[in-house]
């Protein structure tokens, strides 16, 4: 494999957090946030560009696109068009594809101290994908420690968008072990019914007095005995109403998110095994999780598919507190 050279570093700061990224993916690598008079990196992710290649599927900060989540049998129709995609999970597309954004080199926009556009032009049939694609992504840092995160797609033709950043969060730090007695609050009553396969089955079935119920803010898990690959449907999709709200049960830290996408996947790293991560920390299960804001899996076959013709934009915030 080569590894390109071109990515660099880029640093958004305010008073009191730092955060890295990098044009191979527009990954978010570093967000450091004071603790107890030091510094502490929250999100899980890798040292230098090999690794991030190299261990590519575990999507540690990056943009997922041009659709997020499962597509069953990595087939979809637009307007009676049969479209044919990679399957790289069993016989469903997982994140696109393994030549996904995530892969890709992007170009920088613009860049200031407190925030930078990254973009990427994907070509008609990129992925498998009906379209040219002009995607960018935005990261901006408030003085109130909010990061906001905007994803623009322009296409010439009708075709899929459904981005996310698929970053792991630790808040008691990247390297201090599983998150499971994180506290978690979701804006959610309904979760996507899935099959053995994770896709969804067509039902929502109501949280209430089971173990997807995070209606109340508690523990992720009172053991390891739940791990979380699951899609919450969100009551709201105002970008002015908490989506969810994670609590570092050590360091207190707080992070709610807002989003106007109309799901959120929680998923709690249930993969990873022995993936040596930044400053040679080793990441193993539940070493972080991800809420990612998205359309529910396979929505591309749904009456109500995350398409693209012209201009779109959804946007999720991270708002951080607690130090």
């Known amino acids: 494999m080569k590894y390109s050279k071109l990515n660099n570093i880029y640093t958004l700061s305010n008073n009191n957090i730092t955060i890295e990224l990098t044009n191979l993916g527009a990954i978010i690598k570093r967000i450091m946030v004071p603790h107890n008079d030091q510094e502490i990196d929250i999100v899980l992710g890798f040292d230098n560009e090999k690794q ?4 590519d599927s575990t999507y540690f900060g990056a943009v997922i696109g041009r659709n997020a989540n499962r597509i069953e049998d990595s087939i979809f129709n637009i307007e009676g068009t049969q479209f044919n995609i ?4 069993g016989d469903n597309n997982l994140h696109s594809g393994s030549s996904g954004f995530y892969t890709r080199i992007w170009d920088v926009v613009s860049h200031n101290e407190y925030s930078i556009t990254f973009s990427l032009l994907s070509p008609h049939l990129d992925q498998g994908f009906p379209g040219e694609l002009k995607m960018e992504v935005t990261y901006a840092l408030s003085g109130d420690n909010a990061l906001e995160v ?3 797609g322009r296409s010439d033709r009708l075709t899929v968008f459904n981005p996310t950043n698929h970053s792991y969060f630790n808040l008691n730090g990247h390297d201090s072990g599983d998150v499971l007695h994180h506290e978690l609050w979701l804006n959610s009553h309904k979760y996507s019914e899935l099959n053995d396969e994770s896709i969804p089955t067509g039902k929502k079935l109501d949280v209430t007095d089971t173990n997807m119920d995070f209606t109340n803010l508690r523990m992720i898990s009172e053991d390891k005995t739940d ?5 919450f449907i ?9 989506a969810a709200t994670l609590i570092g049960d050590v360091t207190g830290i707080q992070m709610d998110v807002y989003t106007n996408s109309p ?3 929680l998923y709690t790293a249930n993969g990873l095994d022995d993936v040596h991560g930044k400053n040679g920390t080793i990441y193993n299960k539940h070493a972080g999780v991800c809420l990612e804001t998205q359309f529910e899996p396979n929505s591309v076959n749904s009456n109500h598919p995350p398409l693209i013709d012209g201009e779109k934009e959804y946007k999720t915030i991270y708002k951080f507190s607690g130090f």
């Open 52 to 55: 991030y290649l190299e261990n």
């Open 227 to 231: 791990e979380y690959d699951d899609n």
């Open 234 to 242: 969100l009551n709201s999709s105002d970008i002015h109403q908490k």
């Open 86 to 89: 990679e399957s790289n999970e």
């Open 150 to 152: 905007t994803y623009k």
């Open 263 to 265: 799901c959120i996947q």
